[in-house]
């Protein structure tokens, strides 16, 4: 699966370096594309890699649920234990909560097993490099960039013609996208984004009806301000040529509507058990984010602020049949490099939820919207 393809990223490198100085554009395609595609892929086809039956099987339905339903028990105890203010009382439920959420972690980590392995014979392969074409529009241009230690490559497609452009030295690029960094000086930006528009844009030989650039980058490159370097032209960030098309090709009426979140209301308790990676040389204390509000009722046709900002009110509005046009929530977001599922945008708490919606939370969800929005620090 994407595991594997992680795994032999050295390998994906070498091929794109061989195809790029051999001038294979269909094999240079293969290896920028299959590398990047694969994880993406696999987020868009959920039905494959969360095999329902496979969860049956192993009982792990009835397991997730339980362990789910002891964690929301074991938080309602560790609230009524700070309230009651009995320091002893909150050790207690402190550890009873911590060991309610190891053990849903474990079944997680089983959810996902069972996932990869059911999931093994069907990874699901990128798109043909004709296909990506074929659905290009005649004003549109997508380009794969390649940022390889030896040679970075740009992979420019058309409709009517795929070419490799060279991108001079990986030192270089890097050392120019440094300079764009916001405490560098003045004219050292202006300079750096003129080498850059000359490598990254000017240098990909497009005619003046490409108006619209479609852009995958990789590495440095994705930090990289492209609308500052082609201010004539639209430019778009794809996460790869093959999601691209696959949410170009789904056929589906446009949201009419924006569900903006702002200003959480974070409590004293919400604050005090978060998890414990948070929570290293002190308690972690959520501020509030009074700003959030004026940027929720400024985007947003139908507000959730303060209290209704809420893990469970949210699930309730992406769980009718309305098709937003976009989903912005604007809120705390919390990194778990330990254990990534766990990391977690931060709404209100209520009484069903600790108001900490997960990753492995987000990718339940079924979110119908053209667009999602994480404004987050």
């Known amino acids: 699966g994407a595991a594997v393809r992680s795994a032999h990223g050295e390998v994906y490198e070498t091929g ?9 554009a269909e094999d240079l395609y293969f290896f920028l ?10 987020s868009l086809d959920r039905e494959t890699y969360l095999p329902e039956e496979g969860l049956d099987d192993a009982g792990l339905r009835s397991r997730e649920r339980d362990a789910r339903t002891g964690e929301v028990r074991t938080l309602a105890a560790y609230r009524r234990a ?8 909150i050790r207690r439920a402190r550890n009873d909560l911590d060991a309610a959420r190891r053990n849903l972690l474990e079944v997680i980590r089983d959810v996902e097993r069972i996932s990869r392995r059911d999931g093994a014979n069907v990874l699901p392969r990128p798109a043909a490099l004709t296909a990506v074409r074929t659905a290009l529009r005649a004003n549109e241009a997508l380009v794969l960039y390649g940022l390889a230690d030896r040679l970075p490559v740009a992979l420019v497609m058309r409709r009517d013609a795929a070419h490799i452009v060279h991108l001079g030295t990986a030192d270089a690029l890097r050392s120019d ?20 528009a000359t490598k990254l844009v000017d ?30 032209r639209e430019t778009v960030l794809v996460p790869s040529a093959s999601a691209w098309l696959a949410l170009e090709t789904e056929h589906v009426e446009p949201g009419r509507r924006v569900l903006a979140y702002g200003d959480p209301t974070y409590g004293i308790d919400q604050a005090a058990h978060a998890p414990a990676r948070l929570r290293r040389g002190g308690w972690v204390r959520l501020g509030p984010l009074p700003s959030t509000a004026k940027e929720a009722e400024a985007v947003g046709d139908v507000v959730r602020l303060r209290r209704e900002a809420s893990e469970t009110r949210l699930r309730t509005d992406l769980g009718t049949s309305t098709r937003w046009r976009a989903v912005h929530l604007a809120c705390h977001g919390l990194l778990d490099l330990d254990r990534p599922s766990f990391s977690s945008l931060a709404l209100s708490t209520d009484d069903a939820n600790d108001g900490f919606l997960t990753a492995l939370d987000v990718h339940r969800l079924r979110i119908q919207a053209d667009l999602a929005v994480l404004s987050a620090c």
């Open 203 to 232: 240098g990909l030989g497009l005619p003046e009806q490409v108006t619209r650039i479609l852009i995958s980058p990789d590495g440095d490159i994705a930090r990289v301000p492209f609308t500052l370097l082609a201010p004539a």
């Open 16 to 24: 794109a370096l061989a195809s790029a100085r051999a001038g294979h």
């Open 33 to 42: 594309e299959g590398g990047r595609a694969a994880t993406l892929l696999e």
């Open 177 to 196: 996208i440094e300079r764009l960094l916001p405490d560098a000086e003045p004219f050292v930006r202006r300079e750096a984004a003129g080498r850059l």
């Open 82 to 89: 700070m309230r009651d203010g009995a320091t002893a009382g």
